[in-house]
């Protein structure tokens, strides 16, 4: 059934176009049984000037009629009311009058002959199914809350915290989509305990699964090589790595309706080494090692320099990580950070992929605006929250040389491999840290010699660098990594930090956001 009129409106209107008038009689009466207003048009020009003449809530345009035919007509119908949903109805089942229609973006396409259900279906659809929809997912989420919060105390091993995460991502977004702004803030209020909760997972397990790489453990970034790249390298001649510098899960979820139509996904999911920061993690998605492991066999890759320069060597470690594996592949490599370097990649598509080997590319387009948005009180404004940072990473991709990138893969049949290094996480609370002179500058983790925290449940605090295969600071240094949605600050630059960075999109610490990062397989159609 419709949803009801609201009171002092008039009812949905429908105007159908077709000679055949005659014939519409039953389709009227069901459609005015159920609350809407049909008035009827015998010709494409007759029904042109009845929209000239008032508005009407949705247009059934029959294609093949005497005179101007129902295409034409819609070019017509589109000029006058080009927000008027559109529904094609013919006898042609020509497959070429149906993508004629559809390449037109009509709003639906019926077939001769339809019954009146059929016809109220698609109205429906198309007037109320917004609004169906949204009442859907309120009523669905409502039924869920209550369970989502009783689930809060349940001790999940590494699968059911992906499950969680993931979970609470998809009722993000489709909360969001269906305008469901109090619902969604029920569902922001869960975090802050699974962030409490993740955390102490993470101090349990993560040690744990480093100390016994062959137990019980999820995908870490030293195993995306290996366990996702390397089966296609060893079906395909090629194969592309996509490496998305600080993409979260909810970003990635918003891409895949886009990129559907040309692939087939295969969407899971791997654990962020820490700290969740691109010299570590992203080193290590490209070597196959932990860090510390990295700074021990490649002395001259690492050493105590700026963050910036430790991801210099990463198509070195590519390549010395597959010689590791035993597969002889050779290996390009490009690092996308401006616009220059998209539209130099851009001009050179056709010759940029394609070849034997690995083909990676890595995009720090998304990474670059979570951290220039510190620094830019534009881009604070436009990446204001969680949604509009996805919004604004929809709006970059569907624009960007990446999905050029991805369409010229669709074209060629070859298998693409998307992932990231980590994720990221918008930060709100300063935590007080103290710290010796030598400490590291990082707001989500810091290395050095007496370390901690004010408040012990704002970081976890690692006293042995060993445990987290991390490189060698010298004895005494310990690893203090901020949990939930904090930042850290020395007590000296309270108020500066406090102004310049509560608000900011930051990683380097423990939480879904930044840890559980999305891997997605996508084989052409």
Partial sequence: MPLPAKLGQPPRSVLWVDDEAELLEPHRLFLADRGYEVSVATNADDAVEMLRRRSYDVLLLDEQMPGKRGLDAYREVREIAPQLPVVMVTKSENDATL?????AEVSDYLVKPVNPRQVLSVVTKLLDGANLRRQAVARAFVERFRSLELERDHDLDWRGWIERYDELVRWDIDLVDAGERGLHESLRGLLPEMHREFATFMQRQYPAWLAHLEGDRPPLSIDVVGEFVLPVLKRDPAVILVVVDCLRLDQWRVLEPVIAPMFDLETTHYFAVLPTATPYARNALFSGLFPGEIAARFPDWWGERDDETLNAHEKDLLQAQLRELRISASVRYEKISSPGDSDDLERRMTTAIGHEGVSAFVFNFVDLLTHGRSESAILYEVARD???????????????????????????????????????????????????????????????????????????????????????????????????????????????????????FLHGGVTPEEVIVPLALLTPK
Avoid: M
């Fill in 99 to 103: 993508r004629e229609a559809l390449g």
């Fill in 386 to 504: 969680e949604i509009a940072l996805r919004q604004l990473t929809l709006q970059w991709f569907q624009r960007s040389a990446l999905w050029s990138l991805l369409r010229e893969a669709a074209r060629r049949k070859i298998t693409v491999v998307v992932t990231s290094d980590h994720g990221s996480i918008h930060c709100a609370t300063p935590a007080t840290v103290f710290a010796k002179r030598d400490a590291t500058a990082n707001l989500r983790y810091k290395f050095g010699e007496d370390l901690r925290a004010e408040r012990a449940e704002h970081a976890l605090l690692f006293q042995n660098a060993d445990r987290l295969r991390l490189p060698r600071r010298g004895l005494g240094a310990n690893t203090l990594l901020a949990v939930g949605d904090t930042f850290f600050v020395y007590p000296t630059k309270l108020r500066e930090y406090q102004g310049r960075y509560r608000g900011s």
